[in-house]
C-alpha cells in the first residue's frame, strides 16, 4: 500500500507533509523533483515551509483552525506561483486536511492543469486597471534587461569559445547551476541574477593567452603553464572598476575560481572562506559540468564516478559545506543538464 500511495503522489506531483510540534513539517512521501530547489538541503530533513514558500504564511493560520477542528475536508490555500531553476513558472497549491490523527498539508504542482486554466481566465479578462498595466510593462522591461545582460555575457564568453574547447551550452548550463546553490543558500533574487551572468565569465581570460599555449594538446611546460595561469589576471582586469554589481562578481570570479580551499591555488593563493563564495560556486559547477560532459580530448565520466572524485577534492581544493549543497541539488543540476545540453544548442543556431 505504502508502494500504491507514493505511486500516486509521483504521478500527481504532490508531496505530503505532516505538522511537527514546533511548527516545522516533515515530508511523508517522496521528493518530488521539482520541490528539491526550493527546499535544498533541508529536504530529508523537518524545514519551515513558509520559508521556501513564503505565500503559505497567511493560509497556515487558516489551516491551524481547519487543523484544531480535526477537518478531514481539504481547505485550499489557492494557486501562487514560484519560478524555479530553469526560470520557469510553476504553479503550486496546498491543502491542509486532518488525516489518522495528524495535520496534514499537501503541496500540489499544477503543471498543465493550471497553464490551461490561466489560458481559459485570460481569454475571458478584459481591461486591466492602470497601474495593473504599469507594473505588469515594469516586469517585462526588467525581464528584457535580464535577458539581454545574460545575452551580453554568453556572447563575451563565445570571444574564447572559438579558440578552446568550451561550448555555449557548457557556459549556460554554469550560470544556472551556480543560481541554484545562490537559491538553495537563501540569497536575494538579485544576487542569484548576477552569479547565473557572472559565472559563465569565468574564463574569459583565455582570451588573452597566446594559441600555441591554449590549444595545445599535449602537458604544458611549467613556462607554458605559468603563462595560461594568468588568463585569471587578464580575466579580472576586462571586468573589473565597472560598478556594475554582476561584473564586480565576475571579476572575482574569474580572478579566484582557481583558488584552492586548502591555499595552494593561484593566483593569490587565497584559504578558505578568504576566496569569494561566487568563487567557490563556480569552481564546483565547473568541475561536475566538465567531468560529466565528453569533449574531444577527453571521455565523460558517470556521474558517480565524477561524485567520488569531487568529494575526494573538498577540505583541500573545494569547500565541503558548499559540496554538501550542491550534493543536495543533484536532481536540480540533472535537469539543467538535461535541458540545456549540446544537442539543444545546435538545433536552435540552426
Known amino acids: 500500500m505504502d508502494k500504491l500511495l507514493a505511486n500516486i503522489c509521483a504521478s500527481l506531483n504532490i508531496a505530503v507533509f505532516c505538522q511537527r510540534p514546533n511548527d516545522s513539517f516533515q515530508l511523508l512521501s517522496p521528493t518530488p523533483d521539482w520541490l528539491v530547489f526550493f527546499l535544498g538541503q533541508s529536504v530529508s530533513t523537518e524545514c519551515a515551509l513558509t520559508d521556501a514558500f513564503p505565500y503559505l504564511t497567511c493560509f497556515i493560520d487558516d489551516a491551524e483552525q481547519h487543523w484544531q477542528a480535526r477537518n478531514a475536508t481539504p481547505l485550499s490555500s489557492g494557486v501562487w506561483v514560484e519560478t524555479d531553476e530553469l526560470g520557469n513558472e510553476i504553479a503550486i497549491e496546498a491543502n491542509a486536511l486532518w488525516v489518522d490523527g495528524q495535520a496534514v498539508l499537501l503541496l500540489n504542482n499544477l503543471g498543465e492543469k493550471y497553464r490551461k486554466e490561466v489560458s481559459h481566465l485570460q481569454q475571458l479578462r478584459e481591461g486591466l486597471l492602470t497601474q495593473e498595466k504599469l507594473e505588469n510593462e515594469v516586469q517585462k522591461r526588467t525581464l528584457k534587461i535580464k535577458q539581454r545582460e545574460e545575452e551580453i555575457a554568453i556572447k563575451?564568453?563565445?570571444?574564447?569559445?572559438?579558440?578552446?574547447?568550451?561550448?555555449?551550452?557548457?557556459?549556460?548550463?554554469?550560470?544556472?547551476?551556480?543560481?541554484?546553490?545562490?537559491?538553495?543558500?537563501?540569497?536575494?533574487?538579485?544576487?542569484?541574477?548576477?552569479?547565473?551572468?557572472?559565472?559563465?565569465?569565468?574564463?574569459?581570460?583565455?582570451?588573452?593567452?597566446?594559441?600555441?599555449?591554449?590549444?595545445?594538446?599535449?602537458?604544458?611546460?611549467?613556462?607554458?603553464?605559468?603563462?595560461?595561469?594568468?588568463?585569471?589576471?587578464?580575466?579580472?582586469?576586462?571586468?573589473?572598476?565597472?560598478h556594475i554589481p554582476v561584473l564586480d562578481m565576475a571579476a572575482d570570479i574569474a580572478l579566484c575560481h582557481h583558488e584552492k580551499w586548502d591555499g595552494s591555488g593561484y593566483p593569490r593563493g587565497l584559504i578558505g572562506e578568504e576566496i569569494p563564495v561566487s568563487a567557490r560556486i563556480t569552481a564546483i559547477v565547473d568541475i561536475y559540468d566538465a567531468l560529466v560532459h565528453e569533449r574531444v580530448y577527453k571521455k565523460a565520466l558517470s556521474e558517480a564516478e565524477a561524485l567520488e572524485l569531487m568529494s575526494s577534492m573538498t577540505g583541500s581544493h573545494l569547500d565541503a559545506q558548499l559540496f554538501e549543497v550542491f550534493l543536495g541539488l543533484l536532481p536540480v543540476m540533472r535537469?539543467?543538464?538535461?535541458?540545456v545540453n549540446e544537442i539543444n544548442e545546435l538545433l536552435v543556431s540552426y
Open 156 to 242: 563575451l564568453v563565445s570571444l574564447t569559445s572559438y579558440r578552446d574547447e568550451e561550448t555555449g551550452a557548457h557556459v549556460k548550463r554554469i550560470g544556472l547551476y551556480a543560481a541554484a546553490m545562490g537559491k538553495a543558500l537563501g540569497w536575494e533574487a538579485q544576487q542569484i541574477d548576477d552569479i547565473r551572468i557572472a559565472a559563465p565569465m569565468h574564463d574569459i581570460g583565455k582570451i588573452g593567452i597566446p594559441d600555441r599555449i591554449l590549444l595545445k594538446k599535449g602537458k604544458l611546460t611549467d613556462t607554458e603553464f605559468a603563462i595560461m595561469k594568468r588568463h585569471t589576471e587578464i580575466g579580472a582586469k576586462m571586468l573589473h572598476d565597472s
Open 335 to 339: 535537469r539543467i543538464r538535461q535541458e
